[in-house]
């Protein structure tokens, strides 16, 4: 059985990276930053953080390894 306190601290972390990596990702785009669509930007940013979400619904690699090695397993 899954933790999902673990597997909601993985996933929003997923998530939140990729929020920002899409953000940074996207400014060069525009040749100044007062004309930057941030509309745009924020809304390709959501999209992309959600689409990491359900990503995670298929599994974790964090979670996997702590879970092969050992790790937080109850004796």
Do not use: C, Y
Not at 31 to 38: D, K
């Amino acid at each position: 059985m899954r933790d999902w306190k673990k597997w909601a601290k993985a996933a929003g972390i997923r998530a939140f990276r990729t929020f920002f990596q899409s953000v940074v990702s996207l400014l060069p785009a525009s040749a100044m930053i007062t004309e930057v669509n941030w509309r745009v930007v924020l809304g390709t940013a959501t999209l992309a953080a959600v689409a990491s979400l359900f990503t995670s619904l298929a599994g974790l690699p964090e979670l996997e390894e702590a879970h092969i090695s050992g790790e937080g397993v109850e004796s």
